[in-house]
C-alpha cells in the first residue's frame, strides 16, 4: 500500500512540474512579443501609404497581427498594388504582407 502511495505522489509531481513547465513557456512566448508592435507597425504603414505621392493610398485598410500585415481595398492599377505591398514590407518589424488589394480600374469616360 505505501509503494502505491509514493509512485501515486511521483506521478502527481511529474504531472505537476510539466504543467509549470507548460506554464513558463507560453508566459515566456508572450514576455518576446511587444503588445505595441502591431500598433506601430500598422501606423507606420498607414502614414508611408499617405506620404506616397505617386499614388493615392490613402484609403487603404491596414491591420497588423502579430507582424504581419493585411492590406484591403481598392486601388486603381496593378502598379499601385504592388506599390503598397512594397511600402509594407518596408517598415522594420514586418514579418510578412497579405496582400488583398482588388485592382478596379476608372469607369471609361472619367478622368483620373
Not at 512594397?86 to 478596379?104: C, I
Request: hydrophobic content about 45%; aromatic content about 2%; overall charge positive.
Amino acid at each position: 500500500m505505501r509503494a502505491r502511495c509514493e509512485t501515486e505522489m511521483i506521478g502527481r509531481g511529474v504531472a505537476s512540474g510539466l504543467v509549470l513547465l507548460v506554464l513558463i513557456s507560453l508566459f515566456a512566448a508572450c514576455a518576446t512579443m511587444d503588445p505595441w508592435q502591431d500598433v506601430r507597425i500598422e501606423s507606420e504603414v498607414k502614414a508611408r501609404l499617405v506620404a506616397e505621392k505617386s499614388a493615392n493610398l490613402t484609403r487603404l485598410g491596414v491591420v497588423s497581427r502579430q507582424a504581419v500585415v493585411h492590406l484591403t481595398g481598392t486601388v486603381a492599377s496593378p502598379d499601385q498594388k504592388a506599390l503598397a505591398e512594397d511600402v509594407a514590407k518596408s517598415v522594420a518589424g514586418v514579418r510578412r504582407v497579405v496582400n488583398t488589394l482588388e485592382v478596379q480600374r476608372a469607369p471609361a469616360g472619367s478622368s483620373s
